[in-house]
Structure formats: C-alpha cells, structure tokens
C-alpha cells in the first residue's frame, strides 16, 4: 500500500537550532513530493515541492529539501529556525497517474521555543 | 483573488442527522479534492472531482457519504445519519489542472462534531 510516514511527532527547538524532519515514501513509481505547513490558526499552505530537475528543492521562509530517490526520501531542513516557525509540517506524495491526489504523512509537530 | 472557501467552518450534529459540507475553489480552478483528518492523524484522501464529474472516490467511506461538483456552484461532501466516528476535520483543495505535479490550495476546513 501507499504510505508517507514521517519519523517524529513532535519536534522541540530552540530559537537558532537547525531543523531535519524526516519523510519516507513507499511507492515504486514516480512521485511528485510536497511539504505543506499548518501555522496555528491558518489554512495548510505549500512550503516547497519537487517534481523534476535538482533534487535540491529550495522553499519560502528559508526552508529546503532534497529527494533522494534510492532512499524514498524527501527531508525537509532549516540551519536556523525562527519563533514563527512554530506549525505542523505535512509532507505528502502526489503518484504518477492517480489524478493528483496526495497521500499525507501524519505530521510532525514543531514548537521553536524563543 | 479569493482563496479556496469553505463553509461552515464548525458544525455540530446529532447522531443520525445529515450533514452537508461546501467548498468553493479558487478563481479558475476545476479541480477539487475532499480530505479527512481525524484526530492525531494526517489528512486522507476521500474523492476527487472535476465540474459534474467524479474522477477518484478510492478514499470515500462505501456507505453514507458522497460528493458532488455541479456544474454551477460549490463541491458539497455529503454525509447521512452521521456516527460518532464521522467527528474529523474535512478539507477541501482546488486545482487548475488535476495534475500530479500541480500545487493544490486549501481551504481552512470544516470541523465537524457528532454528538
């Protein structure tokens, strides 16, 4: 079956530390990958993808991945996260030929502590 | 430009009543996806539609639930003599084109309580 699991529930940082959350995938064909981010109060919105090309995906807010396909891993980090970087993180996979639809890992809660 | 929207924002039923959720997608786009998340859990997929179409139901519950995208207005989720077990958030995503690589844009959801 088709799974996005990422490796930590519940992240806590302290201002100026850097972040890795990881994301695993299990799907044999191509994929489209995605980190979304939940802000306390706000809609899920796209913090970067990766669909072709350098599998070194910068995003908005400094954040940046990197696919490394032999792994079926997506990892999403930051060097230094700020206060305001306090959200869910979702990351989510889109299958080649399945319409779009995106299989969500369960999230992975960051609290950045000031 | 109006995001996707989605209403009502909260809505409390009784066991065995119907509940109705709408979202209405970006400007331009065609293309909208239901997702559920249930407490402590990531969002999961439901139905797929396009205007008048459903494309991809794989997630939908067998029973009780539907979805529709009519021609004029918003996508509508659906369910009859809610449970328990229907208290989630439901999330409505549009797109333009359906596409794999396509960024899909959410709505703010609907949470939904069946006491």
């Known amino acids: 079956a088709q799974s996005v699991s990422q490796h930590n529930h519940h992240v806590i940082l302290s201002e100026a530390a850097s972040l890795e959350l990881g994301c695993n995938y299990s799907?044999?064909?191509?994929?489209?990958l995605f980190w979304y981010v939940q802000y306390p109060g706000q809609h899920l919105q796209l913090l970067l993808k990766?669909?072709?090309?350098?599998?070194l995906v910068k995003g908005i807010k400094g954040f940046e991945a990197e696919f490394i396909k032999s792994k079926f891993s997506f990892n999403l980090r930051k060097p230094s996260v700020q206060w305001s970087d306090t959200a869910e993180y979702f990351c989510?996979?889109?299958?080649?030929?399945?319409?779009?639809?995106?299989?969500f890992g369960q999230g992975t809660e960051l609290s950045v502590k000031p | 430009n109006a995001g996707v929207m989605q209403n009502p924002r909260h809505l409390v039923r009784r066991r065995g009543q119907e509940a109705r959720l709408r979202c209405s997608p970006m400007?331009?786009?065609?293309?909208v996806y239901w997702y559920r998340q249930l407490p402590e859990e990531g969002l999961k997929f439901m139905v797929y539609?396009?205007?008048?179409?459903?494309?991809?139901e794989s997630g939908m519950p067998k029973e009780r639930f539907s979805a529709e995208f009519p021609k004029e207005g918003p996508s509508i989720l659906r369910i009859q003599q809610v449970v328990r077990g229907d208290s989630a958030a439901y999330f409505c995503?549009?797109?333009?084109?359906?596409?794999?690589?396509?960024?899909?844009?959410f709505g703010p959801g609907t949470r939904l309580t069946v006491l």
């Open positions: 995503a549009s797109s333009p084109s359906g596409q794999n690589f396509d960024t899909q844009y």
């Open positions: 799907y044999g064909g191509t994929v489209n």
């Open positions: 990766y669909f072709s090309g350098d599998p």
């Open positions: 989510a996979v889109a299958p080649s030929g399945q319409g779009g639809k995106l299989i």
């Open positions: 400007k331009g786009h065609s293309h």
């Open positions: 539609l396009q205007k008048e179409n459903i494309i991809d």
